[in-house]
């Protein structure tokens, strides 16, 4: 029986995702299956070990992490003739969630071993690709705010982050930005761009989630000018999913649009890494072009909000 290769993110989950490799073996040897659990350190190349994979004759490549190491590897399965699968092994797991991916590790092999796949979309910003969603303006500003915060003080991600969205809202950038959509040629001044593969609800407790991944359109949200207390007003009733957020914001829907700022080189988040992107950042949908593993009759995970 041939090995299902597994790429596991060495850092992912609260203790690191490395300690997970003898359960992972594990839960793949209860569902019959044997697996080829590779663990990647931060400094070691993920495309370049999926290739490696992919000329070696491999069809199905498991992606076990967070959000971003499943981009990692998803983006060098595009358009070709390969599936990938999903071990949810991250803080949030977004991607995991929408397309109902259970978190424990031995329910998520099972739909590796169910073996139902489906095609779904990706977006891209100038040839950056995202599973879940990019973003201009606040949310790459509290990411960079976390890591120096991390490095700086010296505590974890989370604290970090709270000082860093504390800071960021407190303080807010507004920018002005030349939006290119269906046509039209918009200006907005804004602290905040947020673009989605597919649509996202923007209300109550489902805030943030998705119900279809195959839509064939990104969203575009761009946020409306707030005072400070108004941003942390906003982050406030999002996170405890009071009322609707549809009001804060401009709201399109396109398959392809462009976004440009003044400044050369922008900070823009995809899937929750920061990268400075040449302006402008043209934005396009991708229809169906990852294959991926996941339940027949997908459904939100109990407790994945």
């Not at 983006?75 to 803080?91: F, H, I, M, N, Q």
């Not at 401009?250 to 003044?262: C, I, K, N, T």
Request: hydrophobic content about 45%; overall charge neutral.
């Amino acid at each position: 029986m041939a090995s299902i290769p597994v790429l596991v993110n060495a850092r992912s989950g609260p203790k690191g995702a490395a300690t997970d490799c003898a359960a992972i073996e594990g839960a793949f040897r209860t569902q019959g299956l044997q697996a080829d659990v590779i663990v990647l350190q931060p400094d070691q190349d993920i495309p370049g070990a999926v290739d490696k994979l992919l000329a070696d004759g491999a069809r199905l490549v498991v992606a076990g992490g967070g959000d971003g190491t499943i981009n990692a590897v998803a983006s060098r399965l595009l358009d070709k003739d390969a599936v990938l699968g999903v071990l949810p092994l991250g803080t949030l797991n977004h991607f995991a969630r929408d397309l109902g991916i259970p978190f424990e590790v031995d329910q998520a092999v099972a739909i590796v071993a169910a073996n139902h796949v489906v095609s779904v979309d990706v977006g891209e910003v100038n040839d950056r690709v995202f599973l879940n969603n990019s973003s201009l303006g606040l949310y790459p500003r509290i990411v960079t705010g976390r890591e120096h915060a991390q490095k700086r003080l010296g505590v974890g991600k989370w604290p970090a982050m709270a000082h860093a969205t504390w800071r960021a809202l407190r303080h807010p950038a507004i920018f002005n930005a030349v939006i290119c959509v269906d046509g039209r040629e918009l200006q907005r001044r804004t602290p905040f761009i947020f673009v989605g593969n597919n649509d996202y609800v923007m209300e109550g407790f489902g805030l943030g989630k998705r119900t279809r991944l195959d839509a064939g359109l990104l969203s575009l949200y761009v946020l409306r000018p707030k005072t400070a207390w108004g941003l942390l007003s906003l982050g406030f009733r999002a996170l405890f999913g009071i009322g609707s957020h549809a009001g804060d914001f401009d709201a399109f829907q396109a398959a392809d649009f462009r976004v440009e700022e003044h400044a050369g080189e922008v900070e823009v988040a995809t899937d929750g890494e920061v990268n400075a992107v040449q302006s402008p950042m043209r934005y396009r949908i991708r229809p169906k072009a990852l294959r991926v593993l996941a339940p027949d009759a997908p459904t939100v995970p109990a407790g994945a909000g």
